[in-house]
């Protein structure tokens, strides 16, 4: 049996965790380096990997998370290398990140996920789906103006504030949000972000029959708050189940904070 070791990668590890991550999802290294280091939520102290014999061989990233009820976090990248896959690592990295940051405090944990079964063997279970599908527009919609990021900030606070369910923004996710260059425009109750034809959050005004979109534009949330916002929808598809484990209520958050 190989000597296994899990824990939180070094900065010389960095490179091996980015190349591994790229092979197993088939992504282009250069392109993935020169935005890994950058990206605002990047932490050493978050990039877990199982080590057997000494080789880096399944990973995992942490993404911190507040809701109005108390502090969570989220899983992303949960990769192995393809000659140790279905040897029950990805399920050992997880249950041990897991029982770490639940001594630090973290009591809940959640993923976006293509497929179940790796996760239900860890513990977690499904909670929501994600859906997208064609929004409903406003046929003569003009864009207007964009509104400006201090503008965006207090109507998102105001909103988060209504529920414990719902996600807080520190400033860390924040710089997250504006890095990725969100554009919003203004709408009755709020306002929509758009980037570009796609829209991932939206604070309106419910009930609306049609959105102040560009035509052809389409929705990508959770279910869940989907319907509780009441995105006019021509049609909709699964895309990912959310699934999650401690978490004392059903989370509600926009897909621009996907981690």
């Known amino acids: 049996m190989p000597t ?3 824990r939180t990668i070094t900065s010389k590890e960095a490179d091996a965790f980015l ?9 282009d290294f250069s392109r993935a380096r020169s935005v890994f280091f950058k990206e605002p939520m990047f932490d050493l102290g978050r990039k877990w990997a199982l080590f057997a014999d000494g080789e880096m061989v399944t990973i995992l990233t942490t993404t911190p998370l507040v809701f109005g009820w108390g502090r969570a976090f989220g ?17 050992r990295l997880i249950e041990t990140v ?21 996760y239900r063997r860890a513990g977690f279970e499904t909670i929501d789906e994600v859906v997208r599908g064609p929004i409903v527009a406003d046929m003569v919609h ?8 201090e503008q965006i900030k207090p109507i998102y606070a105001s909103w988060s504030d209504e529920d414990p369910a719902r996600l807080r923004r520190d400033e860390r996710r924040w710089n997250y949000w504006r890095w990725i260059l969100r554009t919003c425009e203004i709408a009755p109750g709020g306002y929509v972000c758009v980037e570009p034809s796609l829209c991932r959050e939206a604070i309106v005004t419910p009930g609306l029959s049609e959105w102040p979109v560009m ?14 916002i009441g995105v006019p929808l021509h049609s909709s598809e699964h895309d990912l189940f959310v699934m999650a484990r401690g978490m004392p209520v059903q989370p509600q958050m926009f897909m621009t904070d996907q981690f």
Do not use: N
Not at 103 to 111: S, Y
């Open 75 to 91: 899983i992303a990248g949960v990769a192995t290398k393809k000659q140790y896959q279905r040897r029950g690592y990805a399920q």
């Open 215 to 228: 035509p052809g534009s389409s929705w990508l949330g959770l279910e869940s708050l989907t319907k509780s």
């Open 19 to 27: 190349r591994l991550l790229c092979d197993v999802f088939d992504l």
């Open 142 to 149: 003009e864009p207007p103006d964009p509104i400006p990021y």
């Open 98 to 118: 897991t029982e770490h940051a639940t001594k630090r405090g973290e009591t809940g944990a959640m993923l976006f996920a293509h497929s179940e079964s790796l």
């Open 4 to 6: 296994i070791e899990i």
